[in-house]
């Protein structure tokens, strides 16, 4: 057992009320796990939100079986097919906006942003990283932690912007680095909590406005 800390001074006050239902779009790359846990966390009624659509740019993704089991419009949008990645972030800006999409969430999406998707959806990007940032950016975090001889990592829910993991941060949850861990058995651990904390984080984002830039869409 271990104890795990949230970065909210009012976590326990997360929760939306029944008139903000919040329209998502999903980006991954991979398994999906991360977007099935936002996926059961509207389900159950702790996140009053819905999925408009699955952006992912792996033809094998496993996220594209999860979102055709819950009847979630998929999209292929398979970068090696885009001349730039200017390019494929205008397709990704254009199909979020046809499928009506107010908050994008970047679960697992293992592509670098570009100004023209953070000018598209300004303040309105979430990722989720798995480390406690601005520690272990970048790809191999849970490979960085340990060769680091550091005790504690974790997983940050933060805004995209044009720096690589470097937006401002929402939530993070602490994850203890045991002495016999080994790359698999501490990213099981750190994804136990980012499928946690991330439904939270969009709750709380959009409860206090940290992804709307002070302002409130319009519905």
């Not at 936002?38 to 389900?43: C, D, F, L, P, S």
């Not at 496993?62 to 390019?87: C, D, G, M, T």
């Not at 300004?122 to 680091?148: C, M, T, W, Y």
């Not at 995209?160 to 680095?177: R, T």
Request: glycine share 6%; proline share 4%.
């Amino acid at each position: 057992m271990y104890n795990m800390s949230l970065v909210s001074p009012d976590i326990n006050n997360y929760q939306m009320t029944s008139g903000e239902s919040l329209k998502l779009g999903i980006m991954a790359s991979g398994s999906g796990s991360n977007f099935e846990a936002v996926i059961q966390a509207i389900e159950s009624g702790k996140l009053n939100a819905q999925i408009q659509v699955l952006i992912y740019n792996n033809p094998d993704a496993y996220a594209a079986v999860r979102a055709k089991k819950w009847n979630i419009p998929v999209v292929l949008l398979n970068h090696r097919e885009f001349e730039s990645r200017e390019q494929l972030d205008h397709q990704i800006v254009e199909t979020l906006k046809e499928h009506d999409v107010e908050l994008v969430i970047m679960a697992g999406w293992m592509r670098l942003v570009t100004q023209v998707l953070i000018d598209g959806f300004p303040d309105r990007i979430i990722n989720i990283h798995p480390s406690l940032l601005p520690s272990f950016k970048g790809v191999n975090a849970v490979e960085q932690a340990l060769a680091s001889g550091v005790k504690i990592t974790g997983c940050t829910v933060h805004l995209v912007c044009l720096e690589m993991d470097s937006g401002k941060i929402i939530m993070q949850s602490a994850v203890p680095i045991l002495e016999d861990d080994t790359s698999e058995s501490l990213h099981a651990r750190i994804q136990q909590q980012e499928h946690r904390i991330l439904p939270d984080a969009i709750a709380l984002a959009f409860r206090r406005n940290i992804a709307f830039s002070g302002h409130r869409l319009s519905r």
